[in-house]
């Protein structure tokens, strides 16, 4: 028997080839489970060419490692065919083997092609040596070549069905995987070269036309380096690139879902918006028209949440709507739908079976919402106006039930707020006629419908007007004059009361100079300032320019606010004033009386006149409260140098009361009611000097008709819809 010894550099060099290219083929094959198509097939022509090339070089390395005292030679077409048959063997192999599942079955089939891939491989190598006499095989170390084939692979594909896609270990799990394999293919060679017997005087027939051992086992090396190396490569890169790709695709997905939700949904309290609000209405709808079972609308209005917003701030503003969010959210049931579809105003569909369901459900709302809330340090009290529209399924097509439920709320506002109301046909046209105002707001500045009209302010002791108060009336097309109870509270809910206001500003300053200018140069002009103009960022440049623009001293123009606009954000309110005041103007703290000031603070406005609540007037001969408030207001006034004006004053037993508590300044329809500009200085009305033409006699009745009065505004303003009902939106 002929022996040699192993090269122990070309053994290890073998093994480092079998490793490679079991690691280069499972990368591969995993690409044809992440890649679809073409591309998979690609991968699996490249790994089943890695996997052949590898268990072809480690043979012919194997072989080189134990050089035999003759000189071997290969057979060229055999030796190719070897290749090819290691190259398709590994092609069926991995399609056995790659797939998103390795079933144990599959293991199994996959460890039994490899076995008898590398066997296979082995003796066709050994059979395009072309030895003579042919060699000889020891059976059982054979078999045990085709066991370890067998095993040691099935255990390396075993390993490679654990590896997950996801797991970040995957290329070291499958470098352990290919190290088994590359163990596999060494074992079976190599129990397969042991049980090989070469007989004494063993020579290869190929020497003389073949190829020799020496060049081809370079060859052979180099060439399996170069492409494994290349291939492993080439699949690490697509690897990398995949799980990039996979994490950009993720990403994208969720930035997909996230825009989504907020094209959906209310960015402050996450709520559905007024669009998918829609979208459940119509399907609420359908299911109603199919099953019968009725359906309610709940139109949520919060009371007075414009003001707690105007006093606290946007941000806290908002902190209450996601509290109040959070509150119906939890008063209803989970498959019932809560919107938000404006600033204060939530939507809710529940289904309900009887009309008295949705009652129960408003309470419930109205009692959760009523509880009070703390905002940034702040105790807030909100409560809610709910409107109710039952959806039957009866009613035709075209129906707006939201229109109804909307129509219900405003209604319940009417109702005095803080309660709920079912919808009736009359209110649809309610609610028709208020938007309609509404878009007539908007254009009524550029279609010159204002006009300002002007109260006289009169010294009740010497008779003399001192000026007068700018009040702002809308000459609407369809409705006629409308008082500003109407529509402010509109111009402040739609933002147009800045634009207004600076019209209201300007004309009333080019008014008192022009009579200052035509002999009535001790006359002020009072402009009323609603919160919204107060607290926004431009009202002082806006006062400069217009007193500038007409040349007017600041100390002629006066501004009022209310009492209970300067007590809402103390603080801010006493800066703002403050910066007015040192702009020379006059201020002036309107309805006094009902904003519940604290002494301190009226002590520390620096405000230059109050002006008694004409509510406080009406009542003074039957009200000893009233008389007892502005017998108080009048002595605090003078114990802080103030100016006291009584609003309101209609009757002489009115004025000489208030005179004899020692308020000489008033406002009324007893002195004059607000009228056009052009009226105001007629000499019928006041005389040369600025004196009432006709000062009130001492001797009128209290309740009579008050003396000298412009008979144009004895006419009332045409409010087409009642003061509450606007007062309330
Ligand atoms: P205010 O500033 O307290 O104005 C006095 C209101 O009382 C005026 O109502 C006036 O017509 C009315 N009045 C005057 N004397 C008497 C009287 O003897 N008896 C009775 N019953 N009423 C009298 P008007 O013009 O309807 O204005 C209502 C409120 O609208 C004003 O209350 C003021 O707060 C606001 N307002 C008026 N013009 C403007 C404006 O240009 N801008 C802003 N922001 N608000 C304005
Ligand atoms: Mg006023
Ligand atoms: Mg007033």
Redesign the pocket.
């Known amino acids: 028997m002929m022996t040699g010894k192993y090269d122990p550099i070309l053994v290890t060099a073998s093994l480092i080839i079998a490793v490679l290219a079991s690691y280069t083929a499972l990368e591969m094959a995993a690409r044809v489970t992440a890649s679809r198509s073409l591309a998979a097939r690609l991968w699996l022509l490249g790994g089943s060419s890695a996997m052949g090339i590898g268990i072809w070089s480690m043979h012919f390395a194997g072989i080189f490692a134990l050089p035999l005292p003759v000189a071997m030679g290969f057979d060229l077409g055999e030796t190719f065919l070897s290749l090819l048959f290691a190259i398709a063997g590994s092609f069926v192999t991995l399609i056995v083997v790659s797939g998103p599942r390795l079933s144990r079955m599959r293991i199994l089939w996959g460890a039994l092609l490899m076995g008898a891939i590398v066997g296979g491989m082995h003796f066709m190598g050994l059979a395009a040596m072309g030895v003579t006499p042919p060699t000889q095989y020891s059976r059982p170390l054979l078999a045990l070549s085709m066991l370890i084939g067998i095993v040691v692979s099935g255990a390396a594909f075993a390993i490679t069905a654990k590896i997950s896609r996801d797991s970040a270990h995957r290329h070291w799990l499958r470098a352990g995987a290919g190290v088994v394999m590359g163990l596999a293919i060494a074992g079976t060679h190599y129990t397969g070269m042991a049980a090989a017997q070469f007989p004494a005087g063993s020579v290869s027939r190929i020497v003389p036309g073949g190829i020799t051992a020496g060049p081809l086992a370079f060859t052979t090396l180099g060439f399996a380096f170069l492409v494994l190396s290349a291939a492993l490569s080439l699949a690490l890169f697509d690897s990398r690139l995949e799980s990039r790709t996979a994490i950009l695709a993720r990403s994208l997905a969720l930035a997909n879902e996230e825009l989504q939700f907020l094209a959906m949904h209310d960015k402050h309290t996450k709520l559905p918006n007024r669009a998918l609000l829609e979208d459940r209405l119509e399907q609420e709808m359908r299911n109603t028209r199919r099953d019968g079972q009725p359906f309610s609308v709940l139109y949520l209005d919060l009371d007075g949440f414009k003001q707690i917003n105007d006093a606290y701030g946007h941000h806290d503003g908002d902190a209450l709507l996601i509290e109040v969010a959070q509150r119906i959210r939890a008063a209803v049931r989970s498959r019932d739908t809560v919107a938000r579809v404006a600033g204060d105003e939530f939507v809710l569909l529940i289904d309900t079976g009887v009309p008295s369901d949705a009652a129960s459900c408003a309470d419930k709302l109205i009692s959760a919402i009523r509880q009070p809330v703390t905002v940034a340090g702040h105790l807030i009290r909100i409560s809610a106006s709910i409107g109710i529209a039952v959806y039957t399924g009866l009613e035709s097509d075209g129906h707006d039930i939201l229109k109804e439920a909307e129509a219900a709320m405003y209604h319940a506002k009417e109702m005095g707020r803080n309660g709920y109301c079912f919808f009736e046909k009359s209110m649809n046209e309610d609610a028709r006629r208020y938007l309609e105002l509404v878009q007539d707001l908007r254009f009524a500045l550029e279609r010159r419908e204002f006009i300002l009209h002007y109260?006289p302010a009169c010294d009740v002791v010497d008779g003399r007007v001192t000026g007068a108060?700018?009040?702002?009336r809308w000459r609407h097309p369809a409705h006629g004059l409308l008082?500003?109870?109407v529509f402010?509270p509109i111009a402040e809910k739609t933002g147009l009361?800045i634009p207004i206001?600076e019209w209201?500003l300007d004309e009333a300053c080019r008014q008192i100079s022009e009579w200052r200018n035509a002999g009535q140069p001790h006359w002020t002009i009072s402009?009323?300032?609603?919160a919204v103009?107060f607290s926004h960022p431009g009202l002082r440049y806006s006062i400069e320019e217009t007193l500038r623009r007409h040349s007017l001293e600041p100390r002629f123009l006066t501004l009022?606010i209310?009492e209970s606009t300067a007590m809402r954000d103390a603080d801010a309110s006493l800066r703002i004033l403050q910066e007015l005041r040192s702009m020379g103007v006059r201020i002036s703290i309107?309805?006094f009386g009902t904003g519940y000031s604290s002494l301190l603070y009226l002590k520390r406005l620096p405000a230059s006149e109050l002006k008694i609540d004409?509510g406080f007037v009406r009542d003074l001969a039957y009200d000893q409260g009233d008389a007892a408030i502005i017998t108080a207001i009048i002595a605090l006034g003078q114990s802080l140098s103030l100016n006291i004006v009584a609003?309101?004053?209609?009757t002489v037993g009115q004025r000489d009361f208030l005179m004899s508590l020692g308020c000489r300044s008033m406002?009324?329809?007893?002195m004059g009611r607000?009228m056009p500009s052009e009226m105001f200085t007629q000499p019928t009305l006041y005389g040369k000097e600025g004196l009432l033409a006709a000062p009130p006699a001492g001797s009128e009745a209290p309740g009579s008709a008050p003396a000298p009065t412009p008979s144009h505004e004895n006419a009332p303003i045409v409010a087409p819809l009642s003061a509450t009902e606007f007062a309330s939106c």
């Not at 402009?527 to 609603?530: F, G």
């Open positions: 109260q108060e700018a009040l702002l008082s500003p109870d402010i009361i206001g209201v402009v009323n300032l609603s103009q009022e209310t309107d309805d004409r609003e309101g004053v209609e406002q009324g329809y007893l607000p």
